[in-house]
């Protein structure tokens, strides 16, 4: 089977966002290609939450152009921005501690539902089974990443590097096209990432683009096909993996000598 041509699904144009006179970011180009998994490092303080900020319509940019899929989603709302399919986790997890790992994903499947989703998220468990559809998705979903035993368990009572997993699953639940992940391993020992990095190896493998903030180095080099290093509020350094680990500010800014 002849392999698709990739294309830039995400594009960053000379993007400025300046908070009270102080640059957060300086001219930012940023290319993703379709299909790849892109890695975003930096210095704490370097920018990255913001332009996360900027891409789902957080933050406005002060300057610049943001492009998805061929269109221009600069100064886009934050809804808008995910109903075009760009899907975000956070640091923070952002879970429904008392609901079952499957509530959790089948609520997310349906947010783009608009008769459904109020109702669902107040009503009985029963009330989120009747869509069938939504409901199927979701657990495969579960089952693709090596979650479906844990359809029933609530969610408080997962540890963490679940509960990590459960809501990039939400994630997917939701359809995107690209995936914005902050930090997914934050927290986690060395087991717990090494099974977020075979989460992302398959979800690239399903069609899917990432893109990931992260500290643990070792995850970021393994998993990236491709990454831009930030310093300042500004891209000091893109490139491949080998590439970026032996550029010399790179060195200086982020990984040390």
């Not at 299909?35 to 996360?52: D, M, Q, V, Y």
């Not at 109903?83 to 783009?112: E, S």
């Not at 934050?186 to 989460?199: D, K, P, R």
């Amino acid at each position: 089977m002849k392999e698709k041509n990739k294309m830039a699904l995400l594009e960053l144009k000379k993007l400025g966002v300046t908070f009270g006179g102080v640059a957060a970011l300086n001219n930012v180009d940023l290319s993703i290609q379709e299909g790849e998994i892109h890695g975003l490092i930096g210095p704490n303080g370097a920018g990255k939450s913001t332009l996360f900020n900027s891409i789902t319509g957080v933050v406005q940019p002060s300057s610049g152009q943001i492009f998805f899929d061929g269109e221009d989603i600069t100064g886009m709302k934050a809804y808008e921005v995910a109903r075009a399919g760009i899907a975000r986790t956070f640091q923070n997890l952002r879970l429904f501690n008392n609901m079952t790992v499957l509530d959790n994903v089948i609520v997310a499947g349906l947010c783009g539902k608009k008769t459904r989703f109020w109702g669902s998220v107040s009503g009985s468990r029963s009330t989120l089974r009747e869509d069938t559809e939504v409901s199927t998705k979701a657990f495969e979903i579960l089952e693709s990443l090596g979650l479906g035993d844990l359809k029933d368990l609530i969610i408080e009572g997962l540890p963490y590097g679940k509960r990590k997993a459960v809501e990039l699953a939400r994630a997917l639940a939701t359809d995107p096209k690209i995936i914005l992940l902050d930090e997914p391993c934050a927290g986690m020992n060395a087991e717990e990432s090494t099974q977020v990095m075979t989460i992302l190896n398959t979800i690239k493998e399903q069609g899917y683009t990432t893109c990931l903030i992260e500290h643990d180095m070792r995850m970021v080099m393994e998993v990236s096909d491709s990454i831009t290093v930030i310093d300042f509020g500004k891209v000091i350094a893109r490139g491949n993996p080998e590439a970026v680990s032996n550029n010399e500010k790179v060195i200086e800014a982020y990984l040390g000598r």
